[in-house]
């Protein structure tokens, strides 16, 4: 044991002049922490990958290892041009932090892809299966070292015991520490985990669920302030760790599409100073008794937009600031109130973003293609519905966030799963997001009619692609498709009716002048007739379309597909690539799904303005 800590002291002296020095600094996105010191450690970190690691759980000798290059944090490893395969292993990250003595530190990962496992002072002191896009916490005890070196182990192998979430899907899962790692410092015996704020009203009602951790007895003291104003001082009772209150917010502005009014909240906790600062809008989400329509602050609304996959070509899922802001002004140019966020837990920073700007979201736990085996499977479901969790209480404050969802296109027509996996998730959403409910619960059914499970959602939701995987030619496909599919869920249920997923595939280079398979134009005419029957059909409450920007393919698209012929072009992924030849007789031709409305560097296609004519064009309460 003396030698294996001497050789770990060794390497952390031969690192130290590599790693990033690490000062407390302003979190990238809310909540904010005014009383207490937050590290963020986006930047330079030692790195090293190898693709022979047997058993990553189990690996615990960090001593050993030798770190031969640096990368940057948040970023993804394995970002390859599309149609051709990134690695897939073992990667391991170093760095070292400046703590004050005696702390504890709470390590804050946004997104950690696949299997994630954390070493401090050469210790494994926790791991995390739930998903790799979701954020999670893991907590380092108190320690009378200040300098802390921290080794973050990630495995992105498809694995069912370290990554039961990761099921498969049609698109590319990317991985590394992809979204920011904050460290925060806690020096005192009791702190705040979280507080959630939960509108009960349209008049600025509002109840606040107060989370707090280490020693604290039955009742706190806590002051609160709300949008800057006077402090309050409150003794709240204590159970099992929660505090409850409620407030009347001075002033209350409503949070809606049209005017995305945010308010804030601090709360200290007055025995220690720690304080938590929260953005929150006032709005209830519901549906109309007498259509069955989705409302929001009481009025009937028109939801339209896209899905949107969390990738860029130089990126991967590791997205800078200026690209998440990129992506959000098209969606505003292109009319969009109203995007899904396939297929996993969204960037916190995206929906800072989607609240300012009134965008509303469908935000989803990982795991396209679960199957019936999956749900039965205890192991499976432990860490779905850890993901649930903490998918949930993430985006808790988020106003834009009105639907969490669940299992895309998963095995809906078997009663077992209905039962052990629907309405195990849908029960566990409802239980997190209080009364009124926050957030409505459904998911993208490509059953539709023939679904089991429908009794569980509260919003109904069908994926289907009528003019491209069926009915290819006819354009008078999505008009009747999506007709009968309204008027069915209308007439069996008293529920809202969404479109999840519709659309064709139109290649950027092929801008034909006839309609043929894989052209923008034959594109064009298939989504614009999708979105045109959705905003005038009163029995649809709202469409995503499939989808916003072209995106990689999974692994195995990409092996068969392979990449296209590039035209001569920069070695870098993020100039503008151009297909001078693409081979279509694979499903992904060049390793890409090209069912967006931009291209893969977000370029427009042609069907961009005719969609952005019908969206503007919508009435919001229509």
């Known amino acids: 044991e003396d030698e294996r800590r001497m050789r770990t002291l060794v390497l952390v002296a031969v690192l130290v002049a590599s790693c990033q020095a690490w000062s407390p600094g302003d979190t990238p996105y809310w909540p904010k922490y005014p009383g207490r010191n937050v590290y963020v450690l986006d930047g330079k970190w030692d790195f090293t990958y190898t693709e022979n690691i047997a058993d990553a759980v189990n690996f615990d000798d960090v001593s050993s290892l030798h770190f031969d290059s640096t990368t940057m944090v948040p970023s993804c490893f394995d970002v390859e041009q599309p149609g051709v395969l990134g690695r897939r292993g073992t990667a391991f990250y170093h760095t070292t932090i400046d703590t004050a003595a005696n702390s504890l530190l709470l390590f804050q990962f946004s997104a950690c892809a696949f299997y994630c496992k954390l070493f401090v002072d050469g210790k494994p002191v926790g791991d995390h299966r739930a998903g790799g896009y979701v954020p999670f916490w893991l907590t380092v005890p108190a320690s009378a070292q200040t300098k802390r070196d921290i080794v973050v182990l990630v495995d992105n192998r498809f694995n069912s015991t370290t990554a039961p979430t990761a099921t498969g899907g049609d698109f590319y899962f990317y991985s590394g520490l992809t979204r920011s790692v904050l460290v925060h410092e806690i020096t005192s015996d009791a702190y705040l985990q979280r507080v959630e704020v939960f509108p009960t009203s349209l008049n600025g009602s509002v109840d606040v669920r107060v989370v707090l951790g280490g020693t604290v007895g039955d009742s706190v003291q806590l002051d609160v302030a709300v949008d800057g104003g006077q402090q309050h001082s409150v003794s709240v009772s204590v159970q099992g760790n929660v505090a409850m209150l409620q407030l009347d917010v001075p002033d209350p502005r409503l949070w809606s599409m049209a005017s995305p009014h945010l308010h804030q909240l601090q709360v200290k906790l007055k025995s220690s100073g720690d304080a938590v600062l929260v953005r929150f809008g006032l709005r209830l989400v519901g549906q109309d008794p007498v259509t069955n329509r989705l409302t929001l602050n009481g009025a009937v609304v028109k939801l339209h937009g896209f899905n949107r996959h969390t990738m860029y070509p130089d990126t991967g899922s590791a997205l800078t600031l200026q690209q998440v802001q990129q992506d959000v002004a098209l969606l505003k140019e292109v009319g969009a109130n109203y995007v899904r966020g396939a297929h996993y837990p969204q960037d916190q920073r995206f929906l800072d973003l989607c609240d300012e700007n009134g965008i509303v979201v469908w935000e989803e736990a990982e795991g396209p293609s679960v199957s019936s085996s ?21 985006s808790i404050n988020h106003p834009s966030v009105i639907v969490h969802g669940f299992f895309n296109e998963g095995p809906s027509t078997d009663l077992e ?26 998911w993208a059914d490509n059953k539709e009619d023939k679904s ?77 007739r999708d979105a ?80 952005a004519a019908i969206y503007n064009n919508t009435a919001l309460h229509h």
């Open 374 to 394: 999956d749900i039965k499977s205890a192991y499976f479901m432990q860490y779905q519905l850890q993901q649930v969790e903490e998918m949930v209480v993430a």
């Open 532 to 611: 045109q029957f959705a905003v005038s059909n009163s029995n649809i409450s709202g469409i995503t379309i499939w989808q916003f920007n072209d995106i990689k393919a999974n692994d195995e698209s990409s092996k068969s597909a392979g990449p296209c012929d590039y035209l001569p072009h920069p070695a870098n992924l993020s100039a503008h690539w151009i297909c001078a030849y693409i081979d279509v007789s694979n499903g992904r031709p060049g390793g890409e799904n090209h069912k967006g409305v931009v291209d893969f560097w977000r370029f427009k296609k042609q069907e961009f303005d005719a969609i």
């Open 452 to 528: 089991l499970c429908l009794e569980h959602a509260d919003v109904i939701s069908f994926n289907n692609y009528p003019g491209w995987y069926n009915d290819f030619g006819n354009l008078d496909a999505p008009a009747k498709h999506w007709g009968e599919m309204s008027a069915w869920v209308r007439s069996h249920f008293n529920k809202p009716f969404t479109i999840s997923e519709t659309g064709a595939a139109g290649i950027y280079e092929w801008t034909n002048t006839t309609a043929i398979k894989w052209s923008q134009l034959y594109q064009g005419e298939v989504v614009t």
């Open 417 to 442: 799963s209905c039962s052990k996996g629907y309405k195990v998730c849908a029960d566990l959403v409802r239980s997190l997001v209080h009364s009124p409910p926050a957030r409505l619960v459904t």
